[in-house]
């Protein structure tokens, strides 16, 4: 069937008591629905008044009794959220009304709406890209302010656009190319080679730019998977709780007492991370704590940012020499942070053990006081120059975070490139515009003109009824 013969309704705002709710419908019946079961006030029907206008009334149960009062508005195809006819009754947010609403819709003519549904029949009528209905998903789920700004930048089309102005470029250079090809008297010439050339050099450039941002998308996006590790007592439960902003670890002067690993996510350096705390990296002692070393090893193994804890105020030991080693070797391809903690007690660490540290945290050595909050904003600016959040205004320019984006770019990023030194060769025109074509096949799919329908369908799932 196709989906937009449907009506379909649902409650949009969260579940629970609150002030108010709004029960969405949309599909070729949504007017008359919402006419069936809301009596304006002004005692003409709500179909017959204009679109777009909020109207009081009364709202029928789907027994045709009354069950509440509240505000209808109506839109017309195409203009609406999902470009279908749409109405909104807005009731009062009790669980049992906003319920009542809901079945009232299903008995007057509408079925139950999907997880994301509405969006995703705004995506099929064209009124939002792939792209933009993620960034709607985004929004929805954002619980710090940089992500936020990542899915309102995303919504407002910043990748859209981007995409689009890369593709529009090569489309106009390949029409004239493809004109040249079918009337070969009129010779393609070196000038159109030039053109050519230079739109496959900007395009490729523009592509690489967009992908260089999937880094600290995804780290605010996703979120960084960090592990807090140290042996016991230098300081690490109280650095997650300067990080957490609350006291969510047992802060404790006994050696090794944070036995289970805390989780928490936290905006940091302008990214999110996702904190776990390890217990300390000790090869002996009880059986509970062995469980927590243990978990601490395969977190580290797992972690995509690790922040190793030393304690400046004491040399180092033996324990600390063996997560120095385990540092050592996660290979640079594991961003880590050395944070020497208690300066405010002053250090005793020599330059040779600071040089250690060096070497096993690639040179990235903070000294903090977790206590006294010194140099914690300097840790925060070294998370921010790993992910390179300070160069990328999440709400202004384009930023992916999604590997689905980054994959479809990378192919857009090989096509072009191939291109580009098929032109530099000199190659035959055709076989140019062959690759040429691949990538704008890519960059489509990049903004979600061209996936296939399981791709579209899976990102849908993600989303909650009512959106
Ligand atoms: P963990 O075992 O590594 O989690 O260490 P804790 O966070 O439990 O800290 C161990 C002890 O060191 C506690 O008594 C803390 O109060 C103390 N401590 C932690 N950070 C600092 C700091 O920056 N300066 C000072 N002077 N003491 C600290």
């Not at 209905?133 to 995303?154: K, P």
């Not at 902003?245 to 690993?261: K, N």
């Not at 020499?321 to 050592?328: F, N």
């Not at 025109?429 to 003109?449: F, Q």
């Amino acid at each position: 069937m196709n989906i937009t013969s449907t009506t379909i309704a649902a409650v949009s705002t969260p579940r629970g008591k609150g002030g108010v709710a709004m029960i969405r419908m949309s599909g070729p019946s949504a007017l008359a629905v919402a006419s069936a079961m809301f009596l304006p006030r002004s005692g003409k029907e709500l179909s017959s008044l204009p679109a777009r206008r909020a109207v009081f009334g009364t709202i029928l149960d789907s027994r045709d009794e009354p069950v509440d009062e509240g505000i209808a508005v109506c839109y017309r195809a195409p203009a609406s959220f999902t470009g279908e006819d749409a109405a909104e009754i807005t009731c009062h947010g009790g669980p049992a009304a906003t319920e009542a609403v809901l079945l009232s819709a299903v008995a007057h003519g509408a079925s139950l709406a999907g997880p994301g549904e509405f969006t995703r029949r705004a995506f099929l009528n064209g009124k939002l890209s792939l792209t933009e209905a993620e960034a709607v998903g985004r929004l929805i789920d954002a619980d710090t302010a940089e992500r936020l700004a990542l899915s309102a930048g995303g919504l407002s089309g910043n990748v859209s656009r981007e995409i689009r102005a890369v593709y529009d470029g090569m489309l106009s250079t390949m029409t004239a190319l493809y004109a040249a090809i079918d009337y070969p008297e009129e010779d393609v010439g070196d000038e159109g080679e030039r053109e050519i050339g230079s739109t496959l050099s900007r395009s490729l450039a523009a592509v690489e730019k967009l992908l260089s941002t999937y880094r600290t998308g995804k780290a605010v996006a996703d979120g960084v998977r960090t592990v807090i590790c140290g042996r016991p007592n230098v300081g690490k439960s109280s650095l997650f709780n300067r990080l957490t902003g609350e006291d969510s670890a047992i802060v404790t002067a006994e050696a090794g007492t944070t036995r289970d690993i805390l989780r928490e996510t936290v905006s940091f350096g302008g990214v999110t991370l996702r904190l776990a705390d390890t217990a300390g990296l000790r090869e002996s002692g009880g059986t509970v704590e062995q469980i927590g070393i243990g978990r601490a090893r395969r977190e580290i193994r797992e972690a995509e940012l690790v922040l190793a804890v030393f304690d400046g105020s004491e040399p180092l030991t033996e324990e600390d020499g063996e997560l120095l080693d385990l540092l050592s070797s996660l290979g640079p391809q594991i961003p880590k942070i050395a944070v020497v903690n208690k300066v405010d007690r002053g250090t005793v660490l020599t330059s040779e053990e600071l040089a250690k540290i060096d070497a096993a945290a690639d040179g990235r050595r903070i000294p903090v006081s977790a206590e006294k909050e010194e140099g914690i904003s300097d840790l925060s600016r070294a998370v921010g120059e790993i992910y390179a959040s300070g160069s990328v205004d999440l709400r202004r320019d384009a930023v992916i975070w999604d590997a689905r984006q980054r994959q479809a770019l990378e192919h857009a990023r090989s096509a072009l490139a191939a291109a580009s030194e098929a032109a530099g060769r000199g190659d035959p025109i055709d076989c140019i515009c062959t690759l040429a074509e691949e990538a704008m096949a890519a960059l489509d799919e990049t903004d979600g003109r061209s996936v296939d329908s399981a791709i579209v369908d899976e990102i849908f799932k993600r989303f909650c009824v009512g959106k």
